[in-house]
């Protein structure tokens, strides 16, 4: 449970008061797991990002106060995922499962998606640096190799809509939704981890979407002592319709741990 005081001044523009989030995701985890024998196990999470400074944020609305728009929650926005995980082969996962990306970014560097390191504005998972996972998807994670393990995660694309409207209906397929694909590649053994991610996503003839993206994200961090410093490529390419756009992040940080 993150909050505390913020003052923020940008170009003569300034605000301050208690909020939350400030350096990580206020959250609470339901999570289960059965043994089912022979190296075998069914599991399941639930994850919930709350706002600890607002009530009507919780509710998902937007009341009289500015505060009540930092990080409205409810239950279960947050990751959802129901899958099998074999000691041998690996896991998949089915629901609103994270991406590889996610993994990626806080291989990096040390913020995650808090406000230090400018998640959304800067850096991204997805093409529109607004969220972590998508909907109806399923992701295959290989066991663990000499500290390698292998991704694929699958949304499929649902243009069924007759409307403009995005909102869930519980008949399948009939609303408008994105398609996204990834493989990713993750290192960790010993002082040295490196993860890399290549998500594509596909809005073309989604109702109100014409675009596709490739999201590359390469990161990596090394351990010394006390000392352990990250570096972040990122390569984030849009073409919407027929115009192309490109843009590319590097970053290098540090962090020290005392104690």
């Known amino acids: 449970m993150d909050a505390g005081y913020q003052a923020i001044n940008y170009k003569g523009?300034?605000?301050?008061?208690?909020?939350?989030?400030?350096?990580?995701?206020?959250?609470?985890?339901?999570?289960?797991?059965?043994?089912?024998?022979?190296?075998?196990?069914?599991?399941?999470?639930?994850?919930?990002?709350?706002n600890v400074v607002s009530n009507k944020a919780n509710t998902g609305s937007v009341g009289g106060s500015a505060y009540?728009?930092?990080?409205?929650?409810?239950?279960?926005?947050?990751?959802?995922?129901?899958?099998?995980?074999?000691?041998k082969v690996g896991r998949i996962d089915f629901g609103?499962?994270?991406?590889?990306g996610l993994t990626t970014l806080t291989t990096g560097q040390p913020f995650g998606t808090a406000i230090g390191g400018g998640y959304a504005s800067v850096t991204r998972v997805n093409a529109a640096g607004t969220a972590v996972r998508d909907d109806n998807a399923v992701k295959f994670t290989s066991a663990a190799f000499s500290g390698v393990t292998a991704t694929l995660y699958k949304s499929y694309k649902q243009t069924k809509s007759s409307?403009?409207?995005?909102?869930?209906?519980?008949?399948?397929?009939a609303y408008d939704k994105l398609g996204s694909q990834e493989v990713g590649l993750n290192y960790a053994n010993g002082p040295l981890?490196?993860?890399?991610s290549t998500l594509k996503q596909d809005s073309v003839?989604?109702?109100?979407?014409?675009?596709?993206?490739?999201?590359?994200?390469?990161?990596?961090n090394y351990t010394y002592n006390a000392f352990k410093g990250y570096a972040l490529y990122q390569t984030v390419k849009t073409t919407t319709g027929t115009v192309a756009t490109d843009n590319?992040?590097?970053?290098?940080?540090?962090?020290?741990?005392?104690?």
């Open 96 to 100: 609103a499962v994270n991406m590889n």
């Open 68 to 87: 009540d728009k930092d990080t409205a929650g409810t239950f279960g926005n947050g990751e959802l995922r129901v899958g099998l995980a074999s000691d």
């Open 248 to 259: 590319k992040l590097h970053s290098i940080d540090s962090s020290v741990h005392i104690g």
């Open 193 to 196: 981890a490196a993860s890399y």
């Open 205 to 220: 003839d989604v109702v109100s979407g014409d675009t596709a993206t490739t999201v590359n994200t390469l990161g990596a």
């Open 163 to 173: 409307s403009t409207s995005t909102n869930f209906s519980t008949t399948f397929g």
């Open 13 to 50: 523009n300034s605000v301050h008061g208690i909020a939350g989030n400030g350096s990580s995701t206020s959250q609470i985890n339901f999570r289960g797991v059965s043994d089912l024998g022979g190296g075998l196990k069914a599991d399941f999470r639930i994850e919930n990002d709350w």
